[in-house]
């Protein structure tokens, strides 16, 4: 194991100090990067996306359950599994309360391709109660490029094609046999009728929004992987 060398408290105070600049320089960069984002423009869904919830079938408006933006997590569920992706539901256990999200008018939920009573049974094991949606017989999963499947729609992953996979020496993840899913993260904005597509992100992605991965990144063991 390769751990930091031992120091004076003054010797690491001076390194501290060091590091310190450099993360409010990060602070600064991830403002700005967070307000380029919010000025992303936005895309019309003109799509009759049809989901399957706990009350039968809805659109995709009605995922916002009544506030004006929703926060999609594309959680690993083929149909044919009986589980859902161990990293997903590592992501989804660190959760917690919504109640802050939802005072900032924004929903958050849950969809994959595994049929709805799956999805169900899986939920209740887990103890969650976060709204969790089945997109079987829809095209949702495909256009927002976490089922990869050339029949349906071009392979893209994380803004890459096939061939810019190809060429990358960790692809692994993406040479599965398909169809096959994977996860991401999309966000939606409601203005009237009409629903907007905002922003997708994949891969480590959706890093940023787990508290695991967010506190082990400020100790020496890190991630130890």
Not at 27 to 46: E, F, G, H, I, Y
Not at 142 to 150: G, M, N, P, S
Not at 191 to 210: L, N
Request: glycine letters at 8%; charged letters at 25%.
């Amino acid at each position: 194991m390769n751990l930091p060398d031992v120091a004076s408290r003054d010797e690491w105070l001076v390194a501290r100090k060091a590091l310190l600049a450099e993360e409010k320089e990060f602070t600064r960069q991830r403002d700005a990067l967070n307000s380029r984002r919010r000025q992303l423009p936005m895309v019309l869904v003109d799509k009759p996306y049809v989901f399957t919830g706990p009350d039968g079938e809805l659109g995709l408006g009605e995922l916002f359950d009544g506030r004006p933006q929703l926060v999609v997590y594309h959680f690993m569920f083929q149909p044919e599994w009986e589980g859902g992706c161990r990293n997903c539901t590592g992501f989804v256990d660190d959760i917690g309360s919504l109640d802050n999200l939802h005072r900032l008018n924004t929903t958050f939920a849950l969809v994959s391709r595994a049929p709805y009573e799956k999805l169900a049974a899986y939920k209740a094991e887990h103890g969650w109660t976060f709204p969790w949606y089945s997109s079987y017989g829809s095209d949702f999963n495909y256009d927002y490029h976490v089922t990869l499947d050339d029949s349906v729609v071009p392979f893209e992953y994380n803004y890459r094609t096939k061939a810019e996979w190809d060429l990358l020496p960790n692809n692994a993840h993406v040479q599965s046999e398909q169809p096959f899913d994977l996860h991401g993260l999309s966000c939606f904005l409601k203005v009237g009728d009409d629903v907007h597509h905002t922003y997708s992100t994949y891969g480590r992605g959706p890093d940023a929004m787990t508290f695991t991965v967010t506190a082990v990144d400020l100790t020496v063991l890190g991630r130890q992987h």
